[in-house]
C-alpha cells in the first residue's frame, strides 16, 4: 500500500531511528522504521515509501545489501545511506554506496538541518518525477 510522502528509516539502533523521527517530524511525513535490512526490505516491498534513509553497517542484511535489493525491485528509489564509518566488511561504505546508486550518502553523526535538507530535495525530485507534464497533457487523437 504506497504512501504518497512516506520515508522508511533502517537502523539497529533504536535510538538511532526515533532521534531521525523527530527530526522529520516537522516534514509531516509518514515515517515507517525497520531495525534491519530483512525487516526493511520487507516494509519497502510493502509500503513503497517516497525515500528510504539505511544506516549501512547493521547485522542480518547491511545497508549495501539492502541497497543493491531495493535498486533490483526500483531502480529508480530514493536512497540515503549513512554510516559512522570503521567497522563491517567495507573499507569505504559511504562511496560504495555512493556507486551503487545511493542519492545521498551522510556521515553520522548527522546534522538535522543536514538531514532535513537533504530529506526535502529528494521529496521534492521525487515529487516532480511523478507529476511530469506529460501526466497532465490532454490525450492525442490520432
Known sequence: MPNAMSIL???????VRNVFAAMLKPLKLLVIEAGNGIAGLALFREYRPSLVITD?????????????EI??????????AMSGG??????????????????ETLSKPVDVQKLRSTVTRLL????????TPEQYAPPVSA
Do not use: F, K, W
Request: a negative charge.
Open 124 to 131: 521534492q525530485r521525487t515529487h516532480e518525477a511523478r507529476h
Open 71 to 80: 535498486r533490483s525491485i526500483d531502480p529508480e528509489a530514493h536512497i540515503v
Open 56 to 68: 549501512i553497517i547493521m547485522p542480518e542484511m547491511d545497508g549495501i545489501e539492502l541497497l543493491r
Open 9 to 15: 528509516i533502517v537502523d539497529d539502533d533504536a535510538n
Open 86 to 103: 570503521g567497522g563491517g566488511r567495507y573499507s569505504d561504505p559511504l562511496a560504495l554506496a555512493r556507486d551503487l546508486g545511493a542519492a
